[in-house]
């Protein structure tokens, strides 16, 4: 029998027996599309593995303007931030598309953490990570134009095209989307997307948002960070 906790990578190395025990006391859920996971400011009681779907992490301005923080896919983990730190939600979590996860207690998820050095570390690395991304964003929203953002977010977003050389972001991102990612009004994006696609720098390909000039995007969007 297939371990519900297979193919999330953060549990790589984590002792067998430790797993078997977490995985005695998972419990699993559904949500549809559209449908909230938890609230800014709840009570956090739950890391949740993502098994199948899309999670968005979401922060919302008290007059209901939001800023998307990332999308977590199948086999990726969310709430460990509050685990470690006991702290009421940092965001708010819905479900783009229909999606399950396995919900595990804080305390049996700090269990786990304390079992596995391999976890530990990696849940370090991860942490990190998320520090200097919001570090790099942070300079961003003070010191770069929408343009910028722009450039720098789909470079983020895209991934290598399947059969195909070059990158692209599959599906296109949605404008309302990519605004909030970066922080931006819907219309200001609108404008800058149109005159990349004019500039020959992205194309609307078979569902798809190609990165023409990958290049060209960096350097737009490093031009104020220096390096």
């Not at 938890?38 to 949740?48: G, N």
């Not at 209901?64 to 509050?82: K, M, S, T």
């Not at 983020?156 to 605004?179: E, I, N, Y």
């Amino acid at each position: 029998m297939t371990h519900p906790l297979a193919g999330f990578a953060i549990l790589d190395g984590t002792p067998p027996d430790a797993l078997a025990a977490a995985a005695a006391v998972l419990h699993q859920r559904g949500y549809a599309a559209g449908e909230t996971i938890f609230d800014f400011e709840e009570a956090a009681t739950e890391v949740l593995f993502v098994q199948s779907g899309i999670v968005r992490i979401i922060a919302r301005t008290p007059g209901g303007r939001e800023f998307v923080y990332r999308d977590l896919e199948a086999g990726q983990v969310i709430g460990e931030i509050a685990a470690i730190d006991g702290a009421p939600r940092s965001a708010s979590a819905a479900a783009v598309i229909p999606t399950r996860v396995l919900a595990l207690s804080n305390a049996a998820f700090l269990g786990l953490v304390s079992a596995s050095p391999a976890l530990s570390l990696t849940l370090l690395r991860m942490l990190t990570a998320r520090v200097r991304e919001l570090s790099i964003r942070l300079v961003e929203q003070s010191a770069f134009t929408v343009r910028q953002r722009v450039a720098a977010e789909l470079l983020r977003m895209a991934r290598p095209r399947r059969g195909a050389d070059g990158l692209a972001v599959s599906p296109p991102p949605q404008q309302h989307v990519l605004a909030a990612r970066i922080g931006a009004r819907r219309e200001a994006v609108s404008r800058e997307l149109a005159a990349m696609r004019r500039e020959g720098l992205v194309s609307l390909q078979r569902g798809a948002l190609v990165l023409i000039a990958p290049d060209a995007l960096r350097e737009l969007s490093r031009a104020e960070l220096g390096v």
